[in-house]
Structures are given as structure tokens and as C-alpha cells.
């Protein structure tokens, strides 16, 4: 693929990242095409944007399909390719000390809520998913389903802290707490584990005592947007490729990462 992509997009809240890459598509600086934003919820406003400018969308509405789920019988509800083992033995989203049972719940609820997703994005053949402010956390159930060449994934999530530092739900907030000099955005792929991916590219900016969060959101709001048109073009220019790199540490341990290697 090396030309005009059909983009997916998720999003949980404002859009403002979708907004900025249906601009950079319609000003040409993607080479792609948004051709659907889905939500796991009716208000996110993001859904209205994607309207406003002719994109389809849909809603996979967690809250309610998990809770319809609890009513009835979960089991009913699985997805029947569901595979609790596989699933268990690739995660890296919850830890092994919590008990099978749990793992089991968690996991359940995950595919039930993915699989009306992936039920909803069938009808939208694309490229290149993105994520835009999805707040939910996709498990491997879903993962596999769209990532179906291990060489070439297509999952992108945008970040808002400069990973690996300040992974979770407020990347801006915890980089102000913290009292870093610097913050910043981080756009990558997708692997199993919570905002653990393979790095695309990232942006930073400085925070002086002057900064208030609100100062510290805005000033990195407006980065990501930058960023994230820039690593989808990338991946439009089939530029991305993934290495698997390995360094022996001085006690003699071996560091092994998949990293992203952009090519010129
Ligand atoms: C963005 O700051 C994005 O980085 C963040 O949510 C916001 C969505 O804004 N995403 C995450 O925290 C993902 N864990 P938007 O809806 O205006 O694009």
C-alpha cells in the first residue's frame, strides 16, 4: 500500500485529534480518506464531528452491552471465537497475580464489548485503525482481529505523555503532578500490554511555573494534532517498518524491543 489509505477511527470524547486529521486529509497532507468513527458511547461529541462532515459512524455502546450481558448469561453473549487460553497467554494488560477467575471476567466482558465493535467496523473496509481519545482498552480478542499480519500492524494510538513515562487514563495530569520540566505526546502502535507499543514519534514542549494543567492540556492538545497526521502519513508512504532490536546490558542481560524504524 503506498497511496490514499482508508482510515478507521475510535474515539471516546471530543475529536478534536479526528478533527484535525479529516483537515489533513481534505488539505492533502494524508494521503487518506476517514471512512468511519465509531465510539463506545451515544454522546461522545466526536460522533458529531465525523457527521458534520459526512463520515459514517456507529456506536458500541460498552456500558449498556456489558450490562446487558450481567443480566442475561455472559456465556451466552461470548463471541463464539473466543479463546480464553489464547487470549491469557498473550495479554499484558492485567497482572498474573490476580486469580483466574478475575482474569476470566475481565477478559469475557472485553470480547463481548470488542466483538460488537468488530461487528460494526465489518461494514467499513480500511487500512490504518486510530485511535482518537478511545478511552477503553483493547485486548487481544480485538487486536488479532484487525492486526492479522504479525509484520504490519495497524492499530495507532495517540498518547498524551512522552511514553514510556505516564501510561493510563491522564498522561497531561500526571506529567503536571509530577513536576516534569517537559511534557509531550507520544503516537505508536498497539501491542498487547497498556500504552507499551512500539513508538512512532513523539513531541515535547516545555512547562515553566507559569504553566497551569489547563495551559499544559492545551499546549499539548495542539501537538498532538501536529503528530498524529504525521505518523499516519508515514504509514500512508509505507514508511514504517518494525525491527526486533536486541542490546546485552553491561550485567550481561539481554534488552530486546520492537522498535519502529522509518525509512527515508
Ligand atoms: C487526547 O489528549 C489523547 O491523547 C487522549 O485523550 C485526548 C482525546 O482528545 N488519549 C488518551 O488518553 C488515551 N489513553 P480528543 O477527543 O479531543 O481527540
Not at 126 to 136: H, I, K, P, W
Request: net charge neutral.
Amino acid at each position: 500500500m503506498d497511496g490514499t489509505i482508508r482510515i478507521g477511527a475510535l474515539l471516546s470524547g471530543s475529536g478534536s485529534n479526528l478533527q484535525a486529521i479529516i483537515d489533513a486529509c481534505n488539505s492533502k497532507r494524508v494521503d487518506g480518506k476517514v471512512v468511519f468513527a465509531g465510539a463506545d458511547k451515544p454522546d461522545a461529541y466526536g460522533l458529531k464531528r465525523a457527521q458534520e462532515n459526512g463520515i459514517p459512524t456507529f456506536v458500541a455502546d460498552y456500558k449498556k452491552i456489558t450490562a446487558q450481558a450481567q443480566d442475561g448469561s455472559i456465556d451466552k453473549s461470548l463471541p463464539g471465537d473466543f479463546d480464553l487460553e489464547q487470549i491469557l497467554a498473550s495479554q499484558q494488560l492485567i497482572s498474573e497475580s490476580f486469580d483466574e477467575e478475575r482474569q476470566a471476567r475481565y477478559f469475557r466482558a472485553r470480547a463481548i464489548c470488542e466483538a460488537a465493535l468488530l461487528k460494526e467496523m465489518a461494514s467499513y473496509p480500511f487500512d490504518l485503525l486510530v485511535l482518537a481519545g478511545f478511552m477503553r482498552v483493547l485486548s487481544p480478542y480485538f487486536i488479532d482481529r484487525v492486526n492479522t499480519n504479525p509484520k504490519k500492524p495497524r492499530i495507532m494510538n495517540i498518547h498524551p505523555a512522552l511514553l514510556p513515562a505516564f501510561p493510563g487514563v491522564d498522561g497531561y495530569g500526571d506529567t503536571f503532578r509530577y513536576g516534569c520540566k517537559v511534557g509531550g505526546c507520544t503516537v505508536h502502535f498497539l501491542d498487547y500490554g497498556e500504552d507499551t507499543g512500539p513508538i512512532i514519534g513523539q513531541k515535547s514542549f516545555r512547562i515553566t511555573s507559569d504553566d497551569t494543567l489547563e495551559s499544559v492540556k492545551a499546549r499539548g492538545l495542539n501537538l498532538e494534532w501536529e503528530l498524529y497526521c504525521e505518523c499516519i502519513q508515514l504509514f500512508a508512504q509505507n514508511r514504517l517498518k518494525l525491527a526486533v532490536k536486541s542490546w546485552t546490558l553491561k550485567n550481561g542481560s539481554i534488552f530486546r524491543r520492537k522498535v519502529v524504524q522509518i525509512s527515508a
